[in-house]
């Protein structure tokens, strides 16, 4: 896997986090915690993305 494709799995996934957040937030029934961990996930992932990005 070339590290640009690499990348562009890390930001559909960031996207795709995105969304389901949004999701969570909107659910009337909503769990803090699990919206708390998926925010935590997407933190990860961009600073991951910034960090490849950066040593390309």
Do not use: F, Y
Request: net charge positive; no cysteine.
């Amino acid at each position: 896997m070339t590290l640009s494709s690499h990348l562009n799995e890390l930001r559909k996934k960031h996207e795709s986090l995105s969304v389901k957040i949004e999701e969570e937030q909107r659910s009337p029934g909503s769990d803090d915690l699990q919206i708390k961990t998926l925010k935590r996930q997407k933190l990860h992932l961009k600073e991951e993305i910034t960090r490849l990005s950066a040593e390309a």
